[in-house]
């Protein structure tokens, strides 16, 4: 195994916004009342702006375009992040690994630019970043495996010496189609996913084995 790049998902992952993204979505549908579920959060995950609000008029059928309901989501997004966004266990100690370990790495993230903007600018390893890539950047969401064919293009590596980094199903089925080392690490939000097809199921981004990882690179 030959590590020469790392790619990293950023909801979940790096942020815990999954769990603003449930209460975006327990606001929206209980409006309408209808409850928003993990297994529709699920479906959701990786897909990018008007597919990932598609899956919630599908389930429900709502009556609602996705375009106004994506207004509404962004809406209470903002709102929501203006409170803050907790890093997950080890993020700071993560990054400083990565960056000690001379790897270039970036962000391939499916939030869209605006929120992105709002996010890495809180921390203090933005500048150390590659690349950041952004649902806007891709035509076509995870599981679809574009933003990692694009990271890797980004790192001038292959795909299949690229690190990726990921907490959900369809993140991990998009890194695992792109041909990549693909290491999962599971949240509360994402602990039932399947995660076919990867390297490591991590406990955390503390995980020993993981941070083994780059060194065996």
């Known amino acids: ?11 979940g992952l790096l942020f815990d916004t999954e769990g603003l993204y449930f209460r975006v979505g327990q606001e929206v ?8 579920t993990s297994a529709l959060q699920h479906r959701m995950m990786g897909r990018v702006g008007l597919d990932a609000i598609a899956q919630m008029v599908d389930m429900h059928g709502l009556e609602d375009s996705p375009e106004s309901l994506l207004a509404e989501s962004d809406e ?4 929501l992040l203006q409170e803050g966004v ?5 993020l700071s100690r993560w990054m400083g690994h990565l960056q000690s370990s001379g790897l270039p790495h970036g962000v391939a993230t499916s939030s ?10 809180t921390t203090d390893w933005q500048g150390a970043l590659s690349f950041v890539l952004c649902g806007d950047d891709v035509k076509h969401g995870k599981p679809h495996p574009e933003i990692y064919l694009r990271a890797a293009e980004q790192l001038g590596v292959a795909p299949e010496s690229m690190l990726v980094l990921e907490d959900s199903g369809n993140g991990v089925a998009a890194a695992v ?5 693909v290491v999962a690490i599971p949240n509360l939000h994402t602990a039932d996913h399947c995660f076919d097809g990867v390297a490591l ?11 083994a990882m780059l060194k065996a690179g």
């Open 76 to 79: 209470i997004y903002a709102r």
């Open 86 to 90: 907790p890093a997950m266990p080890g």
């Open 29 to 36: 549908l209980g409006a309408r009342g209808h409850q928003f």
């Open 177 to 181: 189609a792109a041909g990549a080392i």
């Open 201 to 211: 199921v991590a406990d955390s981004l503390t995980d020993p084995r993981l941070h």
């Open 112 to 121: 869209r630019r605006r929120f992105v903007d709002v996010i890495l600018p």
């Open 1 to 11: 195994m030959t590590i020469r790049g790392v790619a990293l998902d950023m909801d």
